[in-house]
């Protein structure tokens, strides 16, 4: 059964962090570039980040740069978001996304991130 099971968020106050962790589970999740979406209040969902099935390489939307960080661990089939100096436009609800080529892809839940004072 394949999983993505997200968990991290929650309210913080602007210029807080949160770190976001996706499990996967039911997939050869080594094999799979992961990602992190977000959708927030009007707007449509966004690639965030993304980092290849090794972590050699990683991309991020320009207004997270400097800010975020992708990571992810293969020998516990999980996947991070480090989120620093969040700020309410950072607000949405982050979505984790495994995709090998263009065959397969698998979505989790989500999970809620709210930056307000």
């Known amino acids: 059964q394949v999983q993505l099971v997200e968990s991290g968020g929650g309210l913080v106050q602007p210029g807080g962090s949160l770190r976001l962790s996706c499990a996967a589970s039911?997939?050869?999740?080594?094999?799979?570039?992961m990602s992190w979406y977000r959708q927030g209040p009007g707007w449509e969902r966004e690639l965030v980040a993304t980092?290849?099935?090794?972590?050699?390489?990683?991309s991020y939307v320009d207004s997270v740069k400097g800010r975020f960080t992708i990571s992810r661990d293969n020998a516990k089939n999980t996947v991070y978001l480090q989120m620093n100096s969040l700020k309410p436009e950072d607000t949405a609800v982050y979505y984790c996304h495994a995709r090998y080529f263009a065959w397969d892809d698998y979505w989790g839940q989500g999970t809620q991130v709210t930056v307000s004072s």
């Open positions: 039911g997939f050869t999740f080594s094999d799979y570039i």
């Open positions: 980092i290849t099935s090794a972590g050699q390489s990683t």
